[in-house]
């Protein structure tokens, strides 16, 4: 019988955070700690913001951020109609992320549906289904949804659904491709020989099997959803006063850049870490998910 030394534990430590950090390295539980975060204050924007988005104090405005010399009430200061940055911060940020989420699980589910039947029923099906995405992979998405915008009119519907029509294309190919792969493999071509309904083989069986990889490619998509919905709010033809989105903060900060930066540099500064956070995480997902690069 052998007793364990008490040096085993310490010496052991060591090779556990190496082979956690290795696991998990910094930069990525920091993205996902920020994105937790995000989440968590869209979510509570009700009770932890101080004003309400619309709430105006004229008599306050353009008041910098507190560590300029700003008022303790206004911790980032206030913008043009006395509005506090914080507060219209953190609603902007709910906004945000629901418009992204919602129009990025449109696109997740026309693209996904596409594949599914164009693998399905190949011939003439396939070929038009692919020639569709061809031709919206090769249209400037940005010009179309202005176009869209412009003639129909702008509502917050219709703008989550031009939001949702991007992207859908690359859904739809990765969709086809590893359905088409995954046909042919053994555990398909049985449940096929059972007598299986291709409805029953596909929604149990093929689709559980590619679901991580449709998952990463919804975190790939989602900050270029959050970007698109920046530049169209920026450019005024996204979310309308008086309701609020990062994009629609920051265009409405960019005549003040002079006089009261901090209008639009704080949402800038938010879209930069909740994209850049969300790509990181996507980024190493794919690599864990992916059975080629896991061993890497």
Same mark, same amino acid.
């Given at each position: 019988?052998?007793?364990?030394?008490?040096?085993?534990?310490?010496?052991?430590?060591?090779?556990?955070?190496?082979?956690?950090?290795?696991? #998990?390295?910094?930069?990525?539980?920091?993205?996902? !700690?920020?994105?937790?975060?995000?989440?968590?204050?869209?979510?509570?924007?009700?009770?932890?913001?101080? #004003?309400?988005?619309?709430?105006? &104090?004229?008599?306050?405005?353009?008041?910098?951020?507190?560590?300029?010399?700003?008022?303790?009430? =206004?911790?980032?200061?206030?913008?043009?109609?006395?509005?506090?940055?914080?507060?219209?911060?953190? #609603?902007?940020?709910?906004?945000?992320?629901?418009?992204?989420?919602?129009?990025?699980?449109?696109?997740?589910?026309?693209?996904?549906?596409?594949?599914?039947?164009?693998?399905?029923?190949?011939?003439?099906?396939?070929?038009?289904?692919? @020639? %569709?995405? &061809?031709?919206?992979?090769?249209?400037?998405?940005?010009?179309?949804?202005?176009?869209? !915008?412009?003639?129909?009119?702008?509502?917050?519907?219709?703008?989550?659904?031009?939001?949702?029509?991007?992207?859908?294309?690359? =859904?739809?190919?990765?969709?086809?491709?590893?359905?088409?792969?995954?046909?042919?493999?053994? =555990?398909?071509?049985?449940?096929?020989? !059972?007598?299986?309904?291709?409805?029953?083989? #596909?929604?149990?069986?093929?689709?559980?099997?590619?679901?991580?990889?449709?998952?990463?490619?919804?975190?790939?998509?989602?900050?270029?959803?959050?970007?698109?919905?920046?530049?169209?709010?920026?450019?005024?033809?996204?979310?309308?006063?008086?309701?609020?989105?990062?994009?629609?903060?920051?265009?409405?900060?960019?005549?003040?850049?002079?006089?009261?930066?901090?209008?639009?540099?704080?949402?800038?500064?938010?879209?930069?870490?909740?994209?850049?956070?969300?790509? @990181?995480?996507?980024?190493?997902?794919?690599?864990? %998910?992916?059975?080629?690069?896991?061993?890497?």
């Amino acid at each position: 019988m052998s007793i364990a030394s008490p040096l085993t534990e310490p010496a052991a430590a060591p090779g556990r955070a190496r082979r956690f950090l290795r696991r #998990y390295p910094p930069l990525v539980l920091l993205a996902a !700690l920020f994105i937790i975060l995000t989440l968590l204050i869209s979510a509570a924007a009700d009770w932890i913001a101080p #004003y309400h988005y619309t709430t105006q &104090d004229l008599s306050n405005r353009l008041l910098p951020p507190v560590f300029l010399g700003g008022l303790a009430q =206004y911790p980032l200061g206030t913008d043009e109609l006395g509005r506090d940055i914080l507060s219209r911060l953190i #609603y902007a940020t709910r906004f945000s992320v629901i418009i992204a989420i919602l129009g990025t699980s449109i696109g997740a589910v026309l693209g996904t549906l596409i594949g599914f039947i164009a693998a399905h029923f190949r011939g003439w099906v396939e070929e038009t289904l692919m @020639m %569709l995405v &061809d031709a919206q992979a090769s249209m400037p998405f940005m010009l179309l949804a202005l176009a869209v !915008l412009a003639f129909f009119g702008n509502s917050l519907v219709l703008f989550i659904v031009v939001l949702g029509i991007n992207g859908w294309e690359n =859904y739809a190919r990765l969709t086809r491709g590893m359905v088409l792969s995954a046909s042919s493999q053994g =555990y398909a071509v049985a449940v096929h020989a !059972l007598g299986a309904t291709p409805a029953r083989i #596909y929604t149990r069986h093929i689709l559980p099997n590619i679901l991580s990889v449709l998952i990463v490619q919804f975190t790939l998509n989602f900050p270029a959803t959050i970007l698109l919905e920046t530049s169209m709010s920026f450019l005024g033809l996204g979310i309308q006063p008086p309701l609020t989105s990062l994009g629609q903060m920051l265009g409405s900060g960019r005549s003040h850049l002079l006089l009261a930066w901090w209008i639009a540099v704080l949402p800038g500064t938010m879209i930069f870490l909740s994209t850049l956070s969300i790509s @990181m995480f996507g980024d190493w997902l794919r690599d864990r %998910l992916d059975p080629t690069l896991r061993n890497r």
